[in-house]
């Protein structure tokens, strides 16, 4: 072939659907935009989706949105709720970071929590609210107890992973240059831990969520402040159907916010430090 | 240009199946005369329905009608059968019925089932007036039940403002809410017959009862929406007829009725309780409505009440019902 | 017990060291007695398996031997610490958390040094180890030649009594290590660090090396103690001869050497 002995210029580009060529944000408002065009075509021609009792159009959603945001009772649901999923995600952590201290120190210790988790773990996180109601009384104790319960083992069994595959050689170079006991705990294995420990956080966030909204849907306290699940039952008591809509919307945005919250933070620290793991 | 065909062929059948599936629920195509769904709670208010369930009044009337009564745990459940056409006749408290009525949904009553006196209980001794139940938890139905307003009723007659309680409301279904008000899990509870004889045998006090407060009312009915009404005018109003005449037959045989209610019920309470039950004043089964634009002009008031109003009761109520000269 | 060598830094006597194995107790080291001069270069070679490695440990402080002794400045009972700093073979000794300097600077300050100095001492020895450019980067930007440099850098910032090198070149190809060598000559020549060094490889501990202590056998004794200092550059005589010697003394033959199964 005579190109082995001439150059030739550089081969065609691969010739893709145009639908690739555009760039990713224009890509993704296309398709948003499209989804949005199908929600209306469903409200204005399906006589389920017509009905504004029980579906609302993109139009009335967004309102709803935003009156919901403008007068703050959205933002004071979402807040309740966050409050609640915060103090929860803390005592698990807590208590996740205390089961991992007790079982790295110990064979027994270790095999308490793998039997634990392995119990608990795959309760879904509203299944033990009935009890905490029985244990706590209908208070928010209850849904920081379901939220607790949801957060611990996944936390603590990333973090003792974590903690098991710490680079021995890493260990030993702390024990070089001087450093023993806590010192060694704090300045060498928890960093070296922290890809595990951000993968912990990630996933029991994400239960924690889950398991605040629908705890407050199960809950169903009327009076007072309440949470987004609150919210949400308000709103199906007096067929606000574009407000439950647009709590479900404000949900999915906070969702895609965390999700971006804990990108920034794995490019600070494990990206930047090339300590992320495939 | 392959590939965008495909996508496009993707999104079509997705859509195409979403809309069928969906319209399963969609239409509330009220059913051809052979098959109707009536839907009420737990509870001997409902008993007018019960004894038709019982002595399965349609059924013989009908030949042929499939008829399914199904229990279901609140209005709110009941209010959602009714929008989606999955339940024809929903019985239920005139709370949810005014608030479907303000927001929008077309439906009215085509038989009120009675009214009753819907008392205030309290375990604890010392809690002995409304203003004893400042910042405490009490239970009803739901927020927009009846027993809720009256709630609101009490705190604004007795405290000077209707929202003095909200903050312990707690919203829980009726035999939740007496195990929890006799476990001392929360303080007080506004309910209605059985379940607040019941927690008065069982130790429980009257705090207040609704009547004093608001005068005579209607507690529960029977509605439909004007669709069905329009599609099976003849069947509804044979229906209000049918209602009635279980009503009559409460008072001409409460005997046979206290029996009916302890089969019903599964053998407890037993049928000298119910007898026992039905012959209290606090409870009167009737057709008439009584109080319903005062219950609505109360709810609006107090913002329970979202939406359009009625402008007399007649707008709340199917024409066989006139006839009683209702409120 | 003195001998000789009164003032030597390190002290090793009939030491052995053995580890457990789901098996049993392993010995890898029979009967080791060598010893180290301050400002020594000193050179553990063996073939691999020989239990060089774990002599090394034994010597940081990591485990202790199950006979014999290890004297240290005066002292038997050894922890890990700064004044044994040691370069390990894995390139990823280094913090992936912090960047070059700071991975220089805070073994300092954690032994004492105010942060300034620390940090203009760290500047200072990776100026030592060429690595002045990649101050502010992180380990896992660097090559692997760049690493070792690092590990280096910090080790001897520490100012050790000694400096243990655990094959610190032997994850590197022929050409860096062979730089990275005489790097290390001439930094261990500013610095007059004493060196403890342990490789298979024959030519490194010829130019490396003062003295070398060759192990050999299963489990390993010390056969022969060789002094290298004057050997010369690697096309002189001497340093055939001597290399010779210490081939015949690891009992390579020359079919191994040539299927390149030792390190030349």
Same mark, same amino acid.
């Given at each position: 072939?005579?190109?082995? &002995?001439?150059?030739?210029?550089?081969?065609?580009?691969?010739?893709?659907?145009?639908?690739?060529?555009?760039?990713?944000?224009?890509?993704?408002?296309?398709?948003?935009?499209?989804?949005?065009?199908?929600?209306?075509?469903?409200?204005?021609?399906?006589?389920?989706?017509?009905?504004?009792?029980?579906?609302?159009?993109?139009?009335?959603? %967004?309102?709803?949105?935003?009156?919901?945001?403008?007068?703050?009772?959205?933002?004071?649901? &979402?807040?309740?709720?966050?409050?609640?999923?915060?103090?929860?995600?803390?005592?698990?952590?807590?208590?996740?970071?205390?089961?991992?201290?007790? +079982?790295?120190?110990?064979?027994?210790?270790?095999?308490?929590?793998?039997?634990?988790?392995?119990?608990?773990?795959?309760?879904?996180?509203?299944?033990?609210?009935?009890?905490?109601?029985?244990?706590?009384?209908?208070?928010?104790?209850? $849904?920081?107890? %379901?939220? %607790?319960?949801?957060?611990?083992?996944?936390? +603590?069994?990333?973090?003792?992973?974590?903690?098991?595959?710490?680079?021995?050689? $890493?260990?030993?170079?702390?024990?070089? $240059?001087?450093?023993?006991?806590?010192?060694?705990?704090?300045?060498?294995?928890?960093? +070296?831990? !922290?890809?595990?420990?951000?993968?912990? !956080?990630?996933?029991?966030?994400?239960?924690?969520?889950?398991?605040?909204?629908?705890?407050?849907?199960?809950?169903?306290?009327?009076?007072?402040?309440?949470?987004?699940?609150?919210?949400?039952?308000?709103?199906?008591?007096?067929?606000?159907?574009?407000?439950?809509?647009?709590?479900?919307?404000?949900?999915?945005?906070?969702?895609?916010?965390?999700? !971006?919250?804990?990108?920034?933070?794995?490019?600070?620290?494990?990206?930047?430090?090339?300590?992320?793991?495939? | 240009?392959?590939?965008?065909?495909?996508?496009?062929?993707?999104?079509?059948?997705?859509?195409?199946?979403?809309?069928?599936?969906?319209?399963?629920?969609?239409?509330?195509?009220?059913?051809?005369?052979?098959?109707?769904?009536?839907?009420?709670?737990?509870? *001997?208010?409902?008993?007018?329905?019960?004894?038709?369930?019982?002595?399965?009044?349609?059924?013989?009337?009908?030949?042929?009608?499939?008829?399914?009564?199904?229990?279901?745990?609140?209005?709110?459940?009941?209010?959602?059968?009714?929008?989606?056409?999955?339940?024809?006749?929903?019985?239920?408290?005139?709370?949810?019925?005014?608030?479907?009525?303000?927001?929008?949904?077309?439906?009215? *009553?085509?038989?009120?089932?009675?009214?009753?006196?819907?008392?205030?209980?309290?375990?604890?001794?010392?809690?002995?007036?409304?203003?004893?139940?400042?910042?405490?938890?009490?239970?009803?139905?739901?927020?927009?039940?009846?027993?809720?307003?009256?709630?609101?009723?009490?705190?604004?007659?007795? =405290?000077?403002?209707?929202?003095?309680?909200?903050?312990? =409301?707690?919203?829980?279904?009726?035999?939740?809410?007496?195990?929890?008000?006799?476990?001392?899990?929360?303080?007080?509870?506004?309910?209605?017959?059985?379940?607040?004889?019941?927690?008065?045998?069982?130790?429980?006090?009257?705090?207040?009862?609704?009547?004093?407060?608001?005068?005579?009312?209607?507690?529960?009915?029977?509605?439909?929406?004007?669709?069905?009404?329009?599609?099976?005018?003849?069947?509804?109003?044979?229906?209000?007829?049918?209602?009635?005449?279980?009503?009559? =037959?409460?008072?001409?045989?409460?005997?046979?009725?206290?029996?009916?209610?302890?089969?019903?019920?599964?053998?407890?309470?037993?049928?000298?309780?119910?007898?026992?039950?039905?012959?209290?004043?606090?409870?009167?089964?009737?057709?008439?409505?009584?109080?319903?634009?005062?219950?609505?002009?109360?709810?609006?008031?107090?913002?329970?009440?979202?939406?359009?109003?009625?402008?007399?009761?007649?707008?709340?109520?199917?024409?066989?019902?006139?006839?009683?000269?209702?409120? | 017990? /003195?001998?000789?060598?009164?003032?030597?830094?390190?002290?090793?006597?009939?030491?052995?060291?053995?580890?457990?194995? #789901?098996?049993?107790?392993?010995?890898?080291?029979?009967?080791?007695?060598? /010893?180290?001069?301050?400002?020594?270069?000193?050179?553990?070679?063996?073939?691999?398996?020989?239990?060089?490695?774990?002599?090394?440990?034994?010597?940081?402080?990591?485990?202790?031997?199950?006979?014999?002794?290890?004297?240290?400045?005066?002292?038997?009972?050894?922890?890990?610490? #700064?004044?044994?700093?040691?370069?390990?073979?894995?390139?990823?000794?280094?913090?992936?958390?912090?960047?070059?300097?700071?991975?220089?600077?805070?073994?300092?300050?954690?032994?004492?040094?105010?942060?300034?100095? @620390?940090?203009?001492?760290?500047?200072?020895?990776?100026?030592?180890? /060429?690595?002045?450019?990649?101050?502010?980067?992180?380990?896992?930007?660097?090559?692997?030649?760049?690493?070792?440099?690092?590990?280096?850098?910090?080790?001897?910032?520490?100012?050790?009594?000694?400096?243990?090198?655990?094959?610190?070149?032997?994850?590197?190809?022929?050409?860096?290590? @062979?730089?990275?060598?005489?790097?290390?000559?001439?930094?261990?020549?500013?610095?007059?660090?004493?060196?403890?060094?342990?490789?298979?490889?024959?030519?490194? @501990?010829?130019?490396?090396?003062?003295?070398?202590?060759?192990? @050999?056998?299963?489990?390993?004794?010390?056969?022969?103690?060789?002094?290298?200092?004057?050997?010369?550059? #690697?096309?002189? #005589?001497?340093?055939?001869?001597?290399?010779?010697?210490?081939?015949?003394?690891?009992?390579?033959?020359?079919?191994?050497?040539?299927?390149?199964?030792?390190?030349?």
């Amino acid at each position: 072939m005579s190109s082995i &002995t001439e150059t030739t210029a550089l081969p065609a580009r691969p010739r893709e659907a145009g639908w690739s060529r555009l760039p990713l944000w224009l890509r993704r408002v296309i398709l948003l935009a499209a989804i949005i065009g199908l929600w209306q075509a469903y409200v204005s021609w399906s006589e389920f989706g017509g009905n504004p009792l029980l579906f609302a159009s993109p139009a009335d959603t %967004a309102t709803a949105f935003w009156n919901g945001w403008r007068d703050g009772s959205l933002a004071r649901a &979402t807040w309740e709720t966050m409050r609640l999923l915060l103090i929860g995600v803390g005592i698990g952590a807590l208590i996740a970071a205390l089961f991992t201290l007790f +079982a790295s120190l110990s064979q027994i210790g270790e095999d308490i929590l793998l039997l634990l988790t392995a119990i608990l773990n795959p309760l879904p996180g509203v299944a033990v609210l009935p009890l905490a109601l029985l244990w706590f009384g209908l208070s928010n104790k209850a $849904i920081i107890f %379901a939220i %607790a319960n949801a957060t611990i083992w996944p936390i +603590a069994i990333n973090l003792t992973t974590g903690f098991k595959t710490v680079n021995p050689t $890493i260990v030993a170079t702390g024990r070089n $240059i001087g450093l023993k006991g806590i010192r060694l705990v704090t300045d060498v294995l928890a960093p +070296a831990a !922290l890809p595990s420990a951000i993968s912990g !956080l990630k996933t029991a966030w994400a239960f924690g969520w889950r398991t605040v909204v629908a705890a407050e849907l199960v809950f169903g306290v009327v009076g007072g402040e309440g949470g987004l699940g609150t919210y949400i039952n308000n709103a199906k008591l007096y067929l606000f159907t574009a407000q439950m809509f647009a709590a479900l919307l404000s949900i999915a945005i906070l969702g895609v916010a965390f999700e !971006l919250l804990f990108g920034v933070l794995e490019r600070r620290t494990i990206v930047r430090w090339g300590m992320q793991r495939s | 240009m392959k590939r965008f065909r495909l996508a496009a062929i993707f999104v079509a059948a997705l859509v195409s199946t979403v809309v069928v599936a969906t319209s399963a629920f969609g239409g509330g195509q009220a059913v051809a005369p052979d098959k109707i769904v009536i839907a009420y709670q737990p509870g *001997m208010g409902y008993a007018p329905l019960i004894i038709m369930k019982t002595q399965r009044t349609l059924e013989r009337r009908y030949p042929g009608l499939q008829v399914e009564y199904r229990v279901l745990p609140s209005g709110t459940a009941i209010t959602n059968g009714m929008i989606s056409g999955q339940i024809h006749v929903g019985a239920m408290g005139t709370g949810p019925f005014l608030v479907g009525y303000a927001r929008g949904i077309d439906w009215k *009553m085509i038989a009120p089932l009675n009214e009753a006196d819907l008392w205030l209980m309290a375990k604890d001794p010392n809690i002995k007036t409304i203003g004893d139940l400042r910042g405490k938890r009490i239970a009803t139905p739901t927020n927009t039940s009846i027993q809720a307003a009256m709630l609101r009723k009490m705190a604004e007659v007795r =405290l000077g403002d209707s929202k003095a309680l909200n903050a312990g =409301l707690i919203a829980m279904d009726h035999p939740d809410a007496m195990q929890a008000l006799l476990a001392g899990q929360i303080d007080a509870h506004l309910t209605s017959p059985p379940f607040q004889f019941q927690e008065r045998n069982r130790g429980a006090h009257v705090v207040a009862r609704s009547y004093s407060y608001f005068g005579a009312h209607s507690f529960l009915g029977a509605v439909v929406t004007e669709k069905f009404y329009n599609e099976y005018t003849q069947f509804s109003n044979q229906l209000y007829r049918d209602v009635a005449a279980a009503i009559k =037959l409460t008072k001409t045989n409460p005997k046979k009725v206290a029996q009916i209610l302890q089969d019903d019920a599964g053998g407890a309470p037993s049928a000298r309780q119910f007898k026992q039950w039905i012959g209290n004043p606090a409870i009167t089964y009737t057709t008439r409505p009584r109080g319903l634009m005062r219950t609505a002009s109360f709810m609006s008031r107090t913002g329970q009440l979202p939406g359009r109003m009625p402008a007399s009761w007649r707008d709340l109520v199917f024409p066989p019902v006139y006839p009683t000269k209702g409120s | 017990m /003195s001998s000789v060598t009164d003032t030597a830094v390190l002290r090793v006597e009939r030491v052995q060291l053995g580890y457990w194995t #789901p098996d049993g107790f392993t010995l890898a080291v029979q009967d080791a007695t060598f /010893s180290v001069a301050p400002r020594e270069k000193s050179i553990v070679i063996g073939p691999s398996g020989c239990g060089k490695s774990t002599l090394l440990k034994a010597v940081a402080g990591f485990i202790r031997p199950t006979a014999g002794r290890i004297e240290f400045a005066g002292r038997e009972k050894l922890e890990p610490g #700064p004044d044994r700093a040691v370069v390990f073979q894995e390139f990823d000794q280094l913090f992936p958390w912090r960047s070059v300097l700071d991975n220089v600077a805070y073994p300092l300050r954690i032994n004492g040094w105010k942060r300034r100095d @620390a940090l203009e001492r760290a500047r200072e020895f990776i100026e030592l180890t /060429s690595l002045g450019n990649a101050a502010d980067r992180y380990p896992h930007q660097l090559s692997g030649g760049m690493k070792q440099r690092v590990a280096i850098a910090r080790a001897l910032a520490l100012d050790p009594a000694m400096l243990l090198m655990d094959e610190p070149f032997g994850s590197l190809d022929m050409i860096t290590r @062979a730089r990275l060598q005489q790097e290390l000559n001439g930094i261990i020549e500013r610095t007059q660090t004493t060196l403890l060094l342990v490789t298979h490889s024959m030519d490194e @501990a010829l130019t490396v090396g003062d003295r070398v202590v060759v192990l @050999a056998g299963s489990p390993s004794t010390v056969t022969e103690i060789v002094d290298v200092r004057d050997v010369g550059p #690697p096309d002189s #005589p001497h340093y055939a001869e001597t290399r010779l010697h210490l081939r015949d003394l690891l009992g390579v033959t020359h079919e191994e050497e040539e299927l390149d199964v030792v390190d030349h």
